[in-house]
């Protein structure tokens, strides 16, 4: 699976964007897509994950102002972002990984098989 990210940019606080992630590749139905992001001398983290049933978890930080959404036809996943902050800024990545039922494995990157190249988001104060 393939894995191309798109839609970053610079926004001001408060302010929206939408990134997007095409799959090619074995059929993106059957894995869960997920968003992680990193910021600058820290760790990736989770930010949301969208199976193909539609089930969706956000990471805390992001609840109520982010939402991803898949289209399994067209292979792609996307992520919503409202009332972005600051602390915000990171890249962003799509990632993709099988798991057979939601545990809280899918919170950690190394349980994903393949990643996309990364999105900027900057969000100036």
């Known amino acids: 699976v393939q894995l191309q990210a798109s839609g970053g940019g610079l926004v001001q606080t408060g302010g929206s964007l939408r990134l997007s992630c095409s799959a090619s590749?074995?059929?993106?139905?059957?894995?869960?897509m997920a968003w992680f992001r990193q910021a600058p001398g820290k760790e990736r983290t989770f930010v949301s994950v969208?199976?193909?049933?539609?089930?969706?978890y956000y990471a805390d930080s992001v609840k109520g102002r982010f939402f991803t959404s898949r289209d399994n036809a067209k292979s792609t996943v996307d992520l919503q972002m409202n009332g972005l902050k600051p602390e915000d800024t990171a890249v962003y990545y799509c990632?993709?990984?099988?798991?057979?039922?939601?545990?809280?494995?899918?919170?950690?990157?190394?349980?994903?098989?393949?990643w996309g190249q990364g999105t900027q988001v900057t969000v100036s104060s």
């Open positions: 990632a993709a990984g099988q798991f057979g039922i939601f545990t809280n494995d899918i919170y950690f990157p190394k349980n994903y098989d393949y």
């Open positions: 590749g074995r059929a993106e139905s059957d894995y869960i």
């Open positions: 969208c199976a193909s049933s539609g089930t969706r």
